[in-house]
Structures are given as structure tokens and as C-alpha cells.
């Protein structure tokens, strides 16, 4: 297999061990955004519904004291605004009804399904004490003396009184079921950590597994190509050093090093042929020295041969040095896929460390929506004091009554002295008229929060939506394969090193074959100084006999 495909084979391995791992990064960040969707879906309907059933309990409580502010008016005008607050209260019961359906039907955990079912418990016994209120109410619209309407005010402030602890524990149950969906958010935030966690750490061994799989590919084609690279280089070596042109055994492998092996057998083999030759004229030429010009011409034609083969494997270097540049060319190419694919890398970091700062916006945001919720609870507080202001107020009222109702019935005519009794009693009902103004403001001020809370919530829904998108965004880039990515690139890059160091060799193989060529026009040179100079005959014989024989070619 040639040296060229090998790496071609690494580098695809590479590819398709990133494409691996993108495609884990992706499908389990596409997991992780459905499940936030989801998480989205289920909550959002049951926290509407809460602040639905918040509002509506505010909203009610405000129509059940709206009565008291024209108590001291009989007219039609005030039977009107009853029969409105009738009505009004109608609505406001009916979406409770609902947004507490709704609620019991949204998926809960097991504490936020126990707070449900108090919250239920509650919400019926305040509805059932809420329930002569507006029988009241409706008596109040159909009344036909003033007397009649004193009266029914008095029996609707003491039902009101009645309530008032349902009132309370319906709100504390409220707050209850809002504070276990809190805490529900939050482990369900904190069960998303952990799924992001252990996407992390299937990403990272993925990502070890490919590197350690280019890794084995790299060795193998690297103790390939040093394997032959150093047979070659322990050949030259002998040559060089010892002088052995013995055959040695065949070369195995297709690839160009092996190509480059036979190529350097060839030549040595030429090399030997044309040693034998050179031996053979050496004995020639010590049996007859009459026949040096013969031989003379003998080593001449052997020095042309000599530079024949010498031009051919020049020629072979020159093939192999161009394979060399290609193998090169796909080196730069692997380290420049290295490159992207530590961008990349980089970038779904970055973006994975944005989707969790907004993933903590949420969460900071939930935990405002609750701080606006318990505001809410505060303020109860103000609404339960003005009304046991308002039944201390209606007791003594009630009392008074009764006195002067009696005292009146004791003294007949002369009952119309107890003007002192009546003027106390609407000294009392100025003082409820007050109070009533005061819970009103706050009841106002009550219904602004929940606003306030309900603006939270959307910000909630917004912030999860960008979110999602984020999460989105980072599936498209995420690939945590930075470290892998740049140990393969110094992978690449070591074989690169190893390429220009062949490539170097080759120079020096090059160098080598342009001195056996030099040496061959010497040996021409030689001849000609021996046909001129039949003087130093047997000198030039010797000579030539000793450097041939230090040849070993068998």
C-alpha cells in the first residue's frame, strides 16, 4: 500500500472520528433543548394558572368589602353598584374555577401535588364560607327599606368575619403549592446540569477514543516508513563504509520507500557487475602487461557503463523526490483540517458557556418572580389587620344597637332621647367607612404586584426561549476536540518532519551518484594517462588492483 494512501486513510479516520463525535455533541444537545422545551410546556400553563388563581383571590376579596363603602347610602345607585359587584364577583369565581382545573391537570411532582391537594382543601372551605357573602349581596340588591339594608349589612359584616381565617389559610396554601413549584424548578434546573455533565463526559471519551485510534493508525505508518527509511540507510552505510556490494534479501512492500529500495538494489547490482568487470581487468592486467592499451580500453568502456547507471539513478531520484513532494502536500493538508477542527472546538465552547449563563438567567429570574409572589403574602397581612378592625367596629356597633333598640322600647315616646347612642353608632360607621377605604388602597396595592409578578413570568418565557436558541446555535458548532485536534496536528506535523528528513537523504543520495559519476570520468582520464605513459605501467596496475579488491561482491 503506497505511503500516499496510508495517509490518506489517517487523515479520513481523522475526519470521520470528528464527524463521530459533532454527531454525539449534536444529537445530545438536541436532547438536552428538548427536554428544556418540554420542561417549558408543562410548567408554563400551571404557573399562569397560579398567578390566575392569585389574582382572582385578591380580586375577591376586594368585592367582598366593596359593599361596606355605601353603608350609610339607601338609593338606587348603591343598589346598582351592588347588583355590578354581584356580577363582577360571578366572573372573577368562574376563572377560578378554571385556572384551579387547569392546575390540577399540569403535570406535578409528589410536593407540589401534596401542596395541591391542601391547596384544594382550603380553597373549598373558603368558597363554602364565601358562599353567604354573596347570598347576602344578592338580598342587598333586591332590599326595599333602609332599615332592611342596616340590616343585612350587619348579618354581611358578620359572615365576612367568619371567613376571614378560611381567607388566610386559602393564601397560605396558595403560598404553599408556589413554594414547591419553586423548589420543583429548581431540581428539575438541577437535573439539566447533570445531563449537561454527562454529555460532557460521553463527548470526551469519544473524542479520547478517536485520538487514540489516529494515534495507533500514525505509529503504524511512521514504524513502516522509519522501518524502510533506516534498511536503506544501514545498506548505504555498508556500501560506503565497508565497500560490500553483496546481493542482500528481496525488499517487501509496494509503497515508494520500497519502490526506492529496489531502485538503490538495482544500481548496486549494476555497481557490483561493473566491479566484477573491473576485477577481471585488474587480473588481465598483472597476467599481460603487454596489453594495456586493451585494457586500458576495457576500463573505459566499464567507466561509461559506470556513468550510464549513475544517469539512470539520478533519474529514479529525481521520481522519488517528486513522490516525496506529494506525500508532503497531503501532510499540509491534514494539519490544516488539525486547524479547523480545533476552531471549531473552540467556538462550541464558547457557546456552551453562554447557553449556561443564560440557562442562570432563568433561574434568577424564577427566584424574582417568587420574591414578588411573597410581597403579595405581606400585604395579606395588612388586609386580615383592617378587618379585624372592621369587626371590632361592627361588635360595637351591633351593641349599641341592641341598647338603643332596647332603651327605646322601655321609654316609648321619650325614647327619642337616645340621640347619644345613635350619634356613637355613626361615630362607628364613619370609623368602618375608613377602614373600608384602607383596605381597598390596599387591595390596590395587592392587585399592582400581582401585575408586577405576571410581567416577571413573561420575562421567565423570554428568557427560556433564548435559551432554547442558544442551545440551538451551539449544536450547530459544538465540538469539544480541541486537545485531540492539536495532538493530531503535532502527529502530522512529526511525519512531516520525518518526510523533509527523507527528503534530505535523497540530496545526499543524489550527491552520491554525481561522485560515482565523477569517478567514472576519472577512470576515462586513467586510461588515457596509461595508453599515454607505458612507463608507470606496472605502477598504475598495482594500484588499480588494490582498490578493486577492496571491493566485496561475493
Known sequence: MKIRSKLFALGTAGIVA??????????????????????????????????????????????????????????????????????????????????RAALSNAPAT?????????????FHAWAEKEKPLTDLLKQLVEVDSEERQRFLLLKYLAA????????????????????????AAAERAAALRQASGGLAGLIAGVGLAAILLMLAGAWRVGRAIVGAIDGMRARLASIADELDFRPRADVRGNDEVADMARALDRLVARMRTSLATMQGLSATMNAAGDEVSAGAA????GAARQNDAAGRMAVSMQAVAASMAQVAESVEEAIGLSRDACGLAQRG??????????????AGRMAAASRALDALGRHGESIRHVARLISDIAGQTKLLSLNAAIEAARAGEDGRGFAVVAEQVRTLAEKSAASSSQIGQTVERIADETMAAAELMREVMDAVTVGQA???????????????????????????QALREQSSLNDGVARHVGDVAGMAGHYREAAGAMAAQAASLRETVRTVDETVNSFRVS
Open 18 to 99: 470528528i464527524a463521530v463525535v459533532a454527531g454525539c455533541a449534536v444529537a445530545g444537545l438536541l436532547r438536552l433543548s428538548a427536554a428544556v422545551d418540554d420542561y417549558a410546556q408543562r410548567r408554563v400553563p400551571a404557573l399562569v394558572a397560579l398567578g390566575a388563581l392569585r389574582e382572582g383571590q385578591v380580586q375577591i376579596a376586594r368585592h367582598s368589602l366593596e359593599p361596606l363603602q355605601w353603608a350609610d347610602e339607601y338609593s338606587i345607585e348603591a343598589r346598582n353598584e351592588w347588583e355590578r359587584m354581584l356580577q363582577s364577583k360571578g366572573r372573577t369565581w368562574a376563572a377560578m374555577e378554571a385556572a
Open 110 to 122: 409528589d410536593g407540589e401535588s401534596e401542596a395541591l391537594r391542601s391547596f384544594d382543601t382550603a
Open 160 to 183: 365576612y368575619s367568619a371567613q376571614e381565617s378560611y381567607y388566610v389559610q386559602a393564601q397560605q396554601a396558595m403560598q404553599a403549592l408556589a413554594e414547591a413549584g419553586a423548589q
Open 298 to 301: 576495457e576500463v573505459a568502456g
Open 349 to 362: 465552547g464558547e457557546l456552551i458557556g453562554t447557553a449556561g449563563g443564560r440557562m442562570d438567567a432563568i
Open 470 to 496: 442558544s442551545a440551538g446555535e451551539a449544536g450547530r458548532f459544538m465540538g469539544e476536540l480541541r486537545a485531540g485536534s492539536e495532538q493530531a496536528a503535532r502527529v502530522v506535523a512529526a511525519i512531516g
